[in-house]
Nanobody, 129 residues
Framework: QVQLLESGGGSVQAGGSLRLSCAAS????????MGWFRQAPGKEREAVAV????????FYADSVKGRFTISQDNAKNTLYLQMNSLKPEDTAMYYC??????????????????????WGQGTQVTVSS
């Protein structure tokens, strides 16, 4: 059973930076997809950044392009999200997700959450103005 444990959230002023970490455990197979999603109060969950591990392709929501970077340390089974130039609108609960089934044949859009079958509990990020 895949377990995903996020850390690194917190409170920061606008313009600041945070790095989120997601430690994956409990699974020895391949993670085809790793990603970060977020949900703000009263809003739907949205994709932030997604990594396709086979191709090493990265996809970002337009709202975070140029400010956030997704990366992975395979040796540590850990996913990261470096968040720079944070804005108050980045305030949300951030969730790590993994996909253990190759969904390439489904033709989903790049940031579609249907690729992901395991989710972490989330870590809160609060950005004050």
């Amino acid at each position: 059973q895949v377990q995903l444990l996020e850390s690194g959230g917190g409170s920061v002023q606008a313009g600041g930076s945070l790095r989120l970490s997601c430690a994956a455990s409990g699974y020895t197979g391949r993670y085809y997809y790793m990603g970060w999603f977020r949900q703000a109060p009263g809003k739907e969950r949205e994709a932030v950044a997604v990594l396709y591990t086979l191709s090493r392709s990265e996809f970002y929501a337009d709202s975070v392009k140029g400010r956030f970077t997704i990366s992975q340390d395979n040796a540590k089974n850990t996913l990261y999200l470096q968040m720079n130039s944070l804005k108050p609108e980045d305030t949300a609960m951030y969730y790590c997700a993994s996909g253990t089934v190759n969904m390439v044949a489904r033709g989903y859009p790049a940031l579609d959450d249907r690729r992901f079958n395991y989710w972490g509990q989330g870590t809160q990020v609060t950005v004050s103005s």
